[in-house]
């Protein structure tokens, strides 16, 4: 196995004879632990080796099988091919495809734009002849061949929010712990809750550099909210990074090779610019080895819309009305009008919408609406869909037929599926900016 561009302690490792354990990233566990861990590597007991906080790839041996797993938001993705010889595998898509220059999959690379959820496609990756290992999965490989092993249960157990929120609150703090080795600079954006939270989160234990972008054309309220927060935290030192013509969205994007290269799209290449900004503002008042940033944290910890058609599946219905008079009241629309979205998704699964969606596809393109007006649905079909010719309609169309004939298991509630893809999407989002950091700044992005 080997690493590029890993610092020597990201990357650690406990063998004892035939059993091997490798975490490459920031993990939480002291080398005591990884040794210690080597008998839940004997007992095949993948899942253990995923609850240390921090965001890390775990390799495991135990005699001829070998375990590679990723994390569940998508930061370290597992790839692999299998070949005559063996079974390689790697973080890197892009690096797979290119031992004999393996083209991009057009229905997978569709799928990316369309639908916006990774596990749609399952094992599909952007790559024809490269396999992606899904979410809440690892990979497998033993003398038989490779093969892809859920970790991760479909549907979790649910907590009330008094049981939840210690919860939260103790594995953020140690994630954020996690990443602060006492001897890396740390900056921080300070803009809404999330970041907000991380920031003050690093302050206890020394400095942090916060940078604030602000811009009046966005018209929201976080430079105000930074400014009281740099205040009331006396380690927290506050930067502005000013709007310009320049720090806008899409600009840029008419000189590609500006981008460093991922294995897919990313948001963050719409937002570069800003991004750069913001980075330029970090380096230039220190040489900051590690940047946290909320990236969407919000997405992550609200609660999505969707679980308003799981009250109505459930047959929960005063509760339903409840919260749609909630919605209604924040969205300025009457109570019916949010049930009325809702309810669609209530009467139908997901194998059965992806059908539904393929059909969809097959059609003419839709007559433009606000995606926060369409009915709430499994897999949202946006509105790059509308873009695609007929020939790449119809080839997305059929992939998600397949897709629906071949799902496994099929999630009860569409807020569980929805959570988790959203974390997923976010996550790769993630890794875009990672790379975008690393290659001009040489800064380490942390987005726990």
Known sequence: MWTVGWPTGHVRSAGSGPLALAVIGDCGADDQQLRQALTTVRASAWNALTCWPGSYLTIARS????????????????YWRAEATGTWWSTSAAALAALDGAPFDPAALAAHLALAQPDVLGQRSLFRAVSRVPTGHLLLITPHGANTVRYEPVNYRPLNLPDAAPRVRAALSEAVDTRLDGTRAVSADLAGLDSTTLAC?????GPVTAVTFADARLR???LAYAVRTAAAVPELTHHTVSGCDKTVYYSGLDDLSTLPLTDAPNGYAVTACIKQAVLETVTQHQPAAVHFTGAAGDAVLSAPSSYLSDLLRDRRHRRALAHAHAHARLRHVSPLAVLRRARPASRTGLADAWRHTATELRQAPRAWVPQAERPIAWTPLLATADWMSPEVRHRLAEA?????????????HLAAWTDRQDL???????????ELARADHGVEIAAP
């Open 63 to 78: 005699g001829e099988s070998l375990a590679v797993i990723g994390d569940l938001a998508g930061q370290h993705p597992v």
């Open 201 to 205: 989160l690093a302050a206890r234990r």
């Open 220 to 222: 929201d309220d976080d």
């Open 400 to 412: 998600l037929d397949t897709a629906s004939s071949k799902l496994p298991e099929e999630p009860r």
């Open 424 to 434: 997923a999407r976010v996550g790769a989002d993630t890794s875009g900016l990672r």
